[in-house]
């Protein structure tokens, strides 16, 4: 995910997330990753726009991936789908309901081996996370994103109908949410006019192997299926 960016963004000491510059060496990126994973300490190098970097020191580094990539091309999308008890009445009732919709339409279009759920740092709304096969422009990968969630909003349409139950783009007061739509559906890319630096996503997994500590964000399921079963027997353990 971090594959061909420059900078990820980092939570530093004073309780905020703030730019970082990725290291050049192949082998100080993944130490950086490890320590990630870890949840450990780790060194960086603060990046603001409007000063010159400076060392710092994280007692606990998480991490956030940029979208798009240095070159302008998106290796990754990914749908931020945000909780009722974490965003305020916005957010969605049941963000696991509509992160298994998004996962049936990305594997209906080929994307399920790169296809990636996680639990957001607060636990309860969902990180959905496409890679994809090849790196791809800005416009075109926000077009295929908006595409896909529109399908999987249809599908949540058509499932009430079909099988009875709740529509999963829902807030707790029943209403529905529209794609797109700030603390409930964001999606990365937001648009075809980057931001100076890209669209930032809290990567998975930020310390989900430290010892004797509970993990902040542990991945919970990869969605796989027959592509052609149109049953929508959806996993259920997201």
Do not use: K
């Amino acid at each position: 995910m971090l594959d061909g960016a420059d900078f990820a963004n980092a939570m530093l000491p004073w309780g905020s997330p703030g730019p970082v510059r990725l290291p050049d060496t192949a082998s100080e990126r993944a130490a950086l990753a490890n320590a990630h994973l870890a949840g450990g300490p780790a060194d960086v190098l603060y990046s603001p726009m409007d000063h010159d970097p400076e060392r710092g020191h994280v007692d606990a580094l998480a991490l956030a991936a940029l979208c798009p990539a240095a070159d302008g091309l998106c290796r990754w999308l990914a749908c931020d789908l945000d909780a009722a008890d974490g965003h305020g009445a916005g957010g969605l009732a049941d963000p696991a309901h509509a992160a298994r919709c998004i996962a049936e339409r990305a594997d209906n279009a080929g994307l399920g081996g790169g296809l990636l759920i996680a639990r957001s740092r607060g636990g309860a709304g969902r990180h959905v996370w496409l890679l994809l096969p090849e790196p791809t422009p800005l416009a075109d990968a926000m077009l295929g994103l908006a595409v896909l969630v529109a399908q999987a909003f249809r599908v949540a349409v058509a499932d009430v109908g079909d099988y009875g139950g709740a529509q999963a783009f829902r807030r707790p007061d029943g209403q529905a949410v529209q794609p797109g739509q700030a603390g409930a559906v964001e999606l990365i890319p937001r648009g075809a006019a980057r931001p100076s630096r890209g669209w930032a996503l809290a990567l998975p997994a930020a310390g989900a192997y430290a010892a004797n500590s509970p993990p902040q964000n542990l991945i919970s399921a990869v969605f796989t299926r027959p592509r052609d079963d149109r049953d929508r027997r959806l996993a259920t353990s997201v």
